[in-house]
């Protein structure tokens, strides 16, 4: 297989349908597996898709290949969007996809390094994403390799001290390689980020750290393109994609509802789902 | 109230209604002055001390990191803030493009050398023992350890000798927080010179290694024509009646305690368990097999560190009696080293004393 970096999709039709497999894959993998976050990987499914095949450059036949760019999730629990991003970009067959969380598979419940091609470094433990986004991007600096370092965080991941140790490295640093999302849907586990631990002014915070700070709606493709070309051209600076997400997206009964962080669909709700995906 | 309790009470008004920490608890070292004389100590060595002197292993770290930098355009390096403490400011000076100051964060020190050893390079990320294995533990459990990334932490201010700075400042615990983790290498080199060893040995070697370095200058112990092997200990000699199974600045005490002691007609060997982990169960076997018993002797507490390791591994191979000499579950203390290295038994007499108490049984 040759490398993807010809094939890059700029039609906003075409990666909203690749989303919506995503989407469809997610919820039949974690209904297949009995758990797992389904409420986050919903939510982020939008910008990953577009960072995977819109921007990024990869080869599934040679993971290692060291053009590639690269992708940390940070916010590990949404493992499920990436197993379906990785599966979509020719890793691994989808059939793989009916063994997450599984004893002995690849497809670990948060995402691991060691066992799955695709997957730069293991994470689950929140908050250590974009340090290693920023080590990344240090060392292509070194190589005058020109690829660059996608990431996507979690809003209650930013209650973590070491994002914001991250973020002043990265500013310091002027790593104008990394581009960081953040996945903004509102809701962690014990409720809405808002009344758990407020991280708002997230813009002004952001924008403080040394950050060139875009805005976007999390689900409408066109803009998430236009945030991620803008931030290809800022020199000097990493960039952070606040993208306004709804927990859930895609599936009407999922979407705002906390309890759906960590539960993964019924049957029942898995076949509802898949309906008013297809529909939609 | 003890005489000792109404003492400290009387010394201050401030202090009146707060538990007072005693440093003569009786978890402290309860060995007995013997009647030895230093020079008495410094001539009944078993090996010649190849030098009269003394090199913190830190300086030795900076120096190879220097000399490898050279070398190695893929050899790159972190520090937290501590690049003067830890001599990784040889490696800034020559190489500032290679060199990452993040600052006062560990967490993020850890995650930034993992991300770099991803594109290829060599990181070594340094700071203080404590910092670097507590601060960042789980960063190392999940991005270096789990991740099994070439991540190579080389720390620091191990220990008591640390001195002045106190409890704070010197990890007593780090070899046992590195130890649980899988996929780890630890390693506590001796002296300067196996030190140098260790971290060119280590820039060959693919995976996460933890390197456990003092402050305090150390006297040179291993000898001339020493080869660093990860894993492999090194044996001075074997005694019949004990043996000494030491790491770091307790390999020279060791080996003063077992001159003593074999002259007195107790045969003591000593072994420089620099690997920790991997253990080198072979040599251990093999020595525990043709002696008494076994003395453990780190500047570390006594749970974890390389004692636990030598009592893990012998409790299910070769059961035979093992006294561990370390710091006995306790913080350590502001003080000189050498009296803090007193303070906690860290040292020959009570070596000595521990062997000859555990023959008499």
């Not at chain 2, 990452?100 to 967490?107: A, D, H, M, Y």
């Not at chain 2, 006297?219 to 001339?224: F, G």
């Amino acid at each position: 297989m040759n490398p993807v970096q010809n094939n890059k999709i700029r039609d906003i039709r075409t990666l909203e349908n690749i989303a919506r497999d995503v989407r469809i894959n997610i919820l039949k993998m974690l209904t297949a597996s009995g758990s797992g976050h389904t409420g986050g990987s919903l939510s982020a499914a939008d910008i990953a898709a577009a960072i995977y095949f819109s921007k990024m450059n990869f080869n599934p036949a040679n993971p290692s290949w060291k053009e590639r760019d690269r992708f940390i999730l940070s916010k590990g629990h949404a493992a499920p969007l990436l197993y379906a991003i990785l599966a979509q970009a020719g890793y691994f067959s989808h059939d793989m996809l009916n063994t997450l969380r599984k004893i002995n598979s690849p497809l670990q419940g948060h995402p691991c390094n060691e066992s799955l091609p695709g997957v730069e470094i293991s994470t689950g433990s929140l908050g250590q994403g974009l340090s290693i986004a920023n080590g990344i991007a240090l060392g292509l600096k070194l190589d005058k390799n020109p690829a660059r370092v996608y990431c996507i965080l979690g809003d209650g991941e930013t209650q973590e001290g070491q994002v914001w140790e991250a973020a002043m490295t990265a500013a310091h640093y002027n790593l104008d390689n990394v581009c960081a999302f953040i996945d903004n849907n509102g809701l962690q586990i014990d409720g809405p980020v808002e009344e758990v631990m407020r991280i708002a002014p997230i813009h002004d915070k952001w924008a403080a750290f040394g950050w060139h700070v875009l805005e976007v709606n999390g689900h409408k493709m066109e803009e998430i393109l236009n945030a991620l070309d803008k931030a290809e051209s800022i020199k000097n600076k990493p960039t952070m994609i606040i993208a306004h997400t709804v927990k859930g997206k895609g599936v009407s009964f999922f979407e705002g509802r906390v309890e759906y962080h960590g539960i993964a669909p019924t049957q029942e709700e898995l076949d509802k789902a898949l309906k008013e995906l297809a529909n939609g | 109230m003890g005489k000792k309790e109404q003492d400290a009470r009387g010394k201050g008004q401030g202090l009146e209604n707060k538990k007072l920490r005693r440093w003569e608890d009786e978890k402290l070292s309860t060995s007995q002055p013997l009647n030895i004389s230093s020079s008495q100590i410094q001539d009944s060595s078993l090996v010649t001390r190849h030098s009269s002197l003394e090199k913190a292993t830190r300086d030795a770290y900076g120096e190879t990191l220097l000399e490898l930098g050279k070398e190695r355009s893929d050899i790159v390096v972190l520090d937290a803030d501590l690049s003067g403490s830890t001599k990784t400011n040889k490696f800034a000076k020559a190489f500032p493009e290679r060199f990452f100051n993040i600052g006062v964060s560990e967490q993020d020190m850890i995650g930034t050398a993992a991300g770099l050893s991803l594109t290829g390079k060599v990181p070594f990320a340094s700071t203080f023992a404590v910092f670097e294995t507590g601060r960042a533990w789980d960063q190392i459990r999940l991005a270096v350890c789990y991740s099994n990334t070439n991540v190579k932490l080389v720390a620091s201010h191990g220990g008591i000798t640390v001195g002045e700075d106190g409890a704070s400042h010197q990890a007593l615990e780090d070899i046992a927080l590195m130890r649980a983790l899988p996929n780890m290498t630890v390693i506590v080199p001796a002296d300067a010179a196996e030190t140098s060893l260790v971290i060119k040995a280590i820039a060959d070697y693919k995976g996460p290694v933890y390197v456990r370095l003092g402050r305090a200058a150390v006297p040179y112990v291993m000898p001339d024509d020493y080869k660093f092997k990860i894993g492999k200990a090194h044996i001075f000699r074997t005694g019949k009646d004990a043996n000494i199974i030491a790491a770091g600045i307790m390999v020279d005490t060791a080996i003063t305690a077992a001159g003593i002691l074999t002259e007195q007609g107790i045969d003591t060997g000593v072994i420089n368990m620099s690997t920790i982990k991997p253990l080198d169960e072979k040599s251990l076997l093999s020595v525990a097999k043709n002696s008494k018993i076994i003395v453990t002797a780190e500047e570390h507490s006594v749970i974890g560190g390389l004692g636990s390791a030598v009592c893990e591994f012998l409790a299910e191979n070769h059961p035979i009696p093992v006294k561990r000499i370390g710091v006995n579950d306790l913080f350590g203390c502001s003080g000189n080293p050498k009296e803090l290295l007193k303070l906690y038994g860290l040292t020959a007499e009570n070596i000595i004393e521990t062997i000859k108490k555990a023959l008499k049984k």
